[in-house]
């Protein structure tokens, strides 16, 4: 994982789309001056706003959360994706749990 902000990496993926970096900022929800700190490796970006730019990027979240330098979990991974997965079982048990009290 890298250990800085790869803004080479993130102006060449916006170019590559026609985007600048105040629509990056914008769909991410975030001020200009808050994208230009992440930049600068000033501002870690949250998994929501990971998941945003993989959105806009046409990357993976795994592969933004790389170039970006970042330490937190991406969208999906981690906590996140481990409480999804014990929600689906529960909620399948349970609706076993039902439909033996019917039968």
Do not use: C, N
């Not at 959360?65 to 969208?75: C, D, E, F, L």
């Amino acid at each position: 994982m890298a250990l800085f902000f790869d803004a080479a990496w993130f102006d060449a993926a916006l170019a590559e789309r026609g985007l600048t970096r105040t629509v990056l900022a914008a769909a991410a929800g975030m001020s200009e001056t808050e994208l230009a700190l992440a930049y600068k490796d000033q501002r870690e970006l949250s998994a929501r706003e990971v998941g945003i730019f993989a959105e806009l990027l046409g990357a993976p979240p795994a592969e933004i959360a790389r170039h970006a330098g970042i330490s937190t979990p991406v969208p999906g991974s981690g906590a996140e994706g481990r409480i999804a997965e014990l929600e689906r079982r529960v909620a399948a048990l349970e609706a076993e749990v039902a439909r033996l009290r019917r039968g």
